[in-house]
Structure formats: structure tokens, C-alpha cells
Antibody
Framework: EVQLVESGGGLVQPGGSLRLSCAAS????????MTWVRQAPGKGLEWVSY????????YYADSVRGRFTISRDDAKKSLFLQMNSLRAEDTAVYYC??????????????WGQGILVTVS | DIQLTQSPSSLSASVGDRVTIICRAS??????LNWYQKKPGKAPELLIF???NLQSGVPSRFSGGGSGTEFTLTISSLHPEDFATYYC?????????FGQGTKVEIK
């Protein structure tokens, strides 16, 4: 069974930092691109960042570029999101998600349960 | 950025009803259009990818169609567990974007 479990969220002051982790199991982690998506309270889904299976390609949304860093450790089957210079508008539930293997349409086919980050 | 506009933003329907949600893109996304279901406190679930491909394990009452700038998600006969918010998403151009969501409520 595919499982993605986020950790590392919590309450942080504006300007502070947090590092989110996502532990993967039940699939061959290094075969898949991975991504982070967030949902602010009462709002819709917002894509945040992507990292390819080979670690060679990384993308960010404009709203987080220069402040957030995505990374992965294939040996530990883990995905990370280092969040610096946090702002109130970064308050959201953060989801890690897996991109479907070898699909040119890049759908997010498995998701974690999410972790709350509150900047206040 | 490609803007995705879903209509309606919300709807009320009864169990057994046929429901169609429209997603319009501000630019051509070919068929790089995916649909997700989101329930409060739960992770989103992929329903449809590539505009019309049903994700494994998703009931066949869900179907997707369209290409270019106009796409549809249809639920042929609403079940009680289908009351949720539905999002379209484009992965054709960066930044990948979601529609604002369509909340399907019980009439």
C-alpha cells in the first residue's frame, strides 16, 4: 500500500523557518517525481514545488521561489521542504504527493494526509 | 500563468442526479488536465488524468472529457460519498495551477 506521511509542521513566527518531511513507503520511491501542494484555510489547492525522480529538475511557484527549497533522499525514501522567511500567507495545510509513474500528463496519484503550518 | 475557471462554484444535487462540472482554461492545455476530489480533513484523490483517463480504483460513474480550453467532469449518478469539492488542474505549463473548486452539496 502506498503511504505518504508528512511531519514537521507547527506554529512559527513570521520570518521563521520550518522543515517539512514526507516519509514514503509501499512503492519504489526513486522512480517517481514528487511534489508539494498546499491549501490555505478556506481556500483552494495551490501547487508549491516539484522535484523529478532523478533530482535533476526542480520547479517552484513564484510565491515561494527564493524562500522554499525542495529536496529528496532516495536512500531514506523521504521528501523535504525547507521553508525560510515564512509569512502569514504561507499558513496552510501542506500535502506531499507522488506523480504517477511515466505519465506525460503528470497527475498527482497519491497524497499524504497533510500537515498544518501556521505562521503567526 | 494559465488560469482555470470552474463552473459552477457550487451546486446542490440529490443522490442519483447526473452532475457536470466545467473547467475552462485561459490558454490551450491540450489534454494536460486532471481532476481531483477533496473532502474536508482528507487528502485529495485523483479521479481523472489526461482529461479523460479514469484513475485505477475510481468508480466508472466518473468520466472526463474535453481538450484545448474546455473540459468536463461528469458524475453519471451521484452517490452519497460523492458530496465533496472537485478541482481541475493543468500540468501543461508552469506554474501548474488548479481551478478554484466546485463544491457539490446535498440538496
Amino acid at each position: 500500500e502506498v503511504q505518504l506521511v508528512e511531519s514537521g509542521g507547527g506554529l512559527v513566527q513570521p520570518g521563521g523557518s520550518l522543515r517539512l518531511s514526507c516519509a514514503a513507503s509501499g512503492f519504489i520511491f526513486n522512480n517517481h517525481g514528487m511534489t508539494w501542494v498546499r491549501q490555505a484555510p478556506g481556500k483552494g489547492l495551490e501547487w508549491v514545488s516539484y522535484i523529478s525522480s532523478s533530482d535533476s529538475t526542480i520547479y517552484y511557484a513564484d510565491s515561494v521561489r527564493g524562500r522554499f527549497t525542495i529536496s529528496r533522499d532516495d536512500a531514506k525514501k523521504s521528501l523535504f521542504l525547507q521553508m525560510n522567511s515564512l509569512r502569514a500567507e504561507d499558513t496552510a495545510v501542506y500535502y506531499c504527493a507522488r506523480l504517477r509513474y511515466s505519465s506525460s500528463w503528470r497527475p498527482f496519484d497519491s497524497w499524504g494526509q497533510g500537515i498544518l503550518v501556521t505562521v503567526s | 500563468d494559465i488560469q482555470l475557471t470552474q463552473s459552477p462554484s457550487s451546486l446542490s444535487a440529490s443522490v442519483g442526479d447526473r452532475v457536470t462540472i466545467i473547467c475552462r482554461a485561459s490558454q490551450n492545455t491540450i489534454t494536460y488536465l486532471n481532476w481531483y476530489q477533496k473532502k474536508p480533513g482528507k487528502a485529495p484523490e485523483l479521479l481523472i488524468f489526461g482529461a479523460s483517463n479514469l484513475q485505477s480504483g475510481v468508480p466508472s460513474r466518473f468520466s472526463g472529457g474535453g481538450s484545448g480550453t474546455e473540459f468536463t467532469l461528469t458524475i453519471s449518478s451521484l452517490h452519497p460519498e460523492d458530496f465533496a469539492t472537485y478541482y481541475c488542474q493543468q500540468t501543461y505549463l508552469l506554474p501548474w495551477t488548479f481551478g478554484q473548486g466546485t463544491k457539490v452539496e446535498i440538496k
